[in-house]
Each structure stands twice: as C-alpha cells, then as structure tokens.
Nanobody, 116 residues
Framework: QVQLVESGGGLVQPGGSLRLSCVAS????????MGWYRQAPGKQRELVAT???????IYTDSVKGRFTISRNNAKNTVYLQMNSLKPEDTAVYYC??????????WGQGTQVTVSS
C-alpha cells in the first residue's frame, strides 16, 4: 500500500505564498495522475489541482492563476506552489490519486492557515 506524507503548510498572511510537498512510497508513483485536495472545517474535501503522468495540469476555478501543481517522479514527490493566498484557502491539504474512488490511504495532511 502506498503511503503519503504531506508537508509545508503553516500560517501565512493574505497575499503570501507556501509550497506544499507530498512524498509517496512505492516505485510506481510516476504512472499515476495525482491530485491535491483540501478540506476546510465543516466542508467536504475538494480536489483543487491535478497533474497527469505527462505533466498535464487541471485546476479548480478558485485557484486558477494562483496555484501550480508539479511533480518530480525521481523523488516520488508532488508539489503545490500556492501564491496570492486568501483566507478562503485555509484548509487541511492532502495529496492522493485524482479519483477519490481509487484513492490510496489518506495521509495526515498539512494545515494551511491564511490570516492576518
């Protein structure tokens, strides 16, 4: 079973930036389409960014132009660069396969708090 470990979250002021990382165990990471999800208090988990094995990317409208997803298959790592952060971006961020129905065991996530 693949294990996922997210890191890089923290407290940042509105307009600030953070870079999240997610390391996946296992040697076949490179073939999967991966996604970054987030879950705010009292809300359902939502998929915000996706990257295919060929580095094609898709973003939900609320983060387009501000977030960038990337991957380094040699390091089994997927990244989420978050710029121009807003208070509504506050959530726990997780990575996993882009289809929740085929998700691996969820990691602990990393908390992002955007507040002045």
């Amino acid at each position: 079973q693949v294990q996922l470990v997210e890191s890089g979250g923290g407290l940042v002021q509105p307009g600030g930036s953070l870079r999240l990382s997610c390391v996946a165990s296992g040697s076949i990471f490179s073939i999967y389409t991966m996604g970054w999800y987030r879950q705010a208090p009292g809300k359902q988990r939502e998929l915000v960014a996706t990257i295919t094995s060929g580095d094609n990317t898709i973003y939900t409208d609320s983060v387009k132009g501000r977030f960038t997803i990337s991957r380094n298959n040699a390091k089994n790592t997927v990244y989420l660069q978050m710029n121009s952060l807003k208070p509504e971006d506050t959530a726990v961020y997780y990575c996993n396969r882009n289809s929740p129905a085929m998700a691996w065991t969820w990691g602990q996530g990393t908390q992002v708090t955007v507040s002045s």
